[in-house]
């Protein structure tokens, strides 16, 4: 297509509707339809991004390619999507006003009163039409978070309002809402829609398309309700009802045929249907297992599932690739110790030591890795489950009693995990972590050069603290190899025990990079190894 086109997803009545899996199918259509699409995510938080924010507050952070700490739902767009996001795909109010004040600290608006119209809406403008100028992309589709109403997201209501206006007819708004069922009379409805909707109307709004999500089914009446009250077509009220799995949102939005309404709202001819055959094949095999396995994951976030949403969609890719149901025990760290860890892991055929930072919960960890190791079972460390592996080896074979982390104990005898050399002068905990992706050479003789078949890789970090190479070789001797080491810098990446079945840690977070139609190769092999008797 000659130039860039634009699609808002609005959410209104509740969060959570699922604005970033509607955005994702949507987008995933348009991909199969042959078009280049991406996703952009605005936060109507103050923070200037996730990476500071505790996860029982907004889930997991993200990472993507560039190093940008960004919102979870980044997630899903490079899941669906199977393509890289960056920075310039999620922007926060405080970035916004960041930029916008260091704009009015350089003299930039040359002495003028900054307001929220037009500095703030022209920052947000500019951000959201970052990504179409680049000429890559046939349409953008932009994610507004929060609801409509929320004082939070006036600003960029405001500046989708301005751009229906200046891009006339390069833009369509799509609107999700709740059309919720009341058990006490047996009816859906529809007043809650109706006034999110005037909501978005007074803001200057008209939305071009509906997504209603429900439990139970719109009856033709209910969608005619909706469109007649909401100013829409009938065609364009689409049915979002809850499904087993968020990757057969894509296959329902096809049968509503949202792609094809939104098409058509640009003047594009729909054309032939695509056949979506790779992610028919993903979902056939995700929901017709030939085996099940346990798998421990043990963290100290684990009453929030979206805090290792990452950990866990990657486990749902690799068992798709092995056939097989993955069942995910969440253990909380702090809950276990010497007298009932072994009760709390004796029912799982393999264990993942989960990433995080700080102190809580370390114990727990490190118990879980020795129970892993002791008893042969298949074992992933991730960043710091690496790092409690690193510690748990050396207390317990080298019998360095004092082993630990700088980050958990300053000053042991025995830092095995030391902090980076470029770290040691940074105060402020914002973007400054070893973040994005770096390269890593590997091994032949490993496990992890068996699960990638290929001895150079980059993938995404997200820490600060490293395996001190200092006892490298003391570790080596008994029994504990680095397999996989930074070509520049000697960071050890990968650290496995090759007489154990599969015992693997990594530095990095290999959970960013796993896709429905790429499931990552170590998650995979994982999954694999407790498959083989």
Known sequence: MATTKYIFVTGGVTSSLGKGIISASLAKLLQARGYSVTIQKLDPYINVDPGT?????????????????????????????????????????????????????????????????????????????????????DFVITEIGGTVGDIESLPYIESVRQLRWELKNKCVVIHLT??????????????????????????GVQPDILVLRTEHPLTADIKQKVANFCNVQKEAVIESKDVSTIYEVPLEMQKERLDEIVLKSFDIEPGEKPDLKPWKEFLKKYKNPKNTINIAL?????????????????????GAANETRVNVKYIHSELINEDNYEKELSDVQGIIVAPGFGHRGIPGKILAVKFAREKNIPFFGICLGMQMAVIEFARNVLKLDDANSL????????????????????????????????????????????????????????????????????????????????????????????????????????????????????????????LEK
């Open 53 to 137: 924010l505790n996860p029982y507050e907004h889930g997991e952070c993200y990472v993507t390619e560039d190093g940008a700490e960004t919102d979870l739902d980044l997630g899903h767009y490079e899941r669906f999507l199977n393509v890289y996001t960056s920075q310039a795909n999620n922007v926060t109010t405080g970035r916004i006003y960041q930029d916008v004040i260091n704009k009015e600290r350089r003299g930039d608006y040359l002495g003028k009163t900054v307001q929220i119209i037009p500095h703030i809406t022209d920052e947000i403008k500019r951000r959201i039409k970052i990504l179409g100028s680049k000429g890559k992309f």
């Open 178 to 203: 709740l059309v919720p069922f009341l058990a006490a009379s047996g009816e859906l409805k529809t007043k809650p829609t109706q006034h999110s909707v005037k909501t978005l109307l007074e803001a």
């Open 298 to 318: 043990v963290g100290k976030y684990v009453e929030l599932k979206d805090a290792y949403k990452s950990i866990n969609e990657a486990l749902i890719h690799a």
């Open 407 to 530: 980050e958990m104990d300053p000053k042991c005898k025995h830092p095995v995990i030391n902090l980076m050399e470029e770290q040691k002068m940074i105060i402020e905990k914002g973007g400054t972590m070893r973040l994005g992706a770096y390269d890593c050479k590997i091994l032949k003789d490993s496990k992890a050069y068996q699960a990638y078949n290929k001895t150079c890789i980059a993938e995404r970090h997200r820490h600060r603290y490293e395996f001190n190479n200092t006892y490298e070789l003391e570790f080596s001797k008994s029994g504990m190899i680095a397999t996989g080491k930074n070509p520049e810098t000697d960071l050890i990446e990968i650290i496995e025990i090759p007489k154990h079945k599969w015992f693997v840690g990594v530095q990095f977070h290999p959970e960013y990079k796993s896709t429905v139609l790429n499931p990552h190769p170590l998650f995979v092999s994982f999954v694999k190894s407790i």
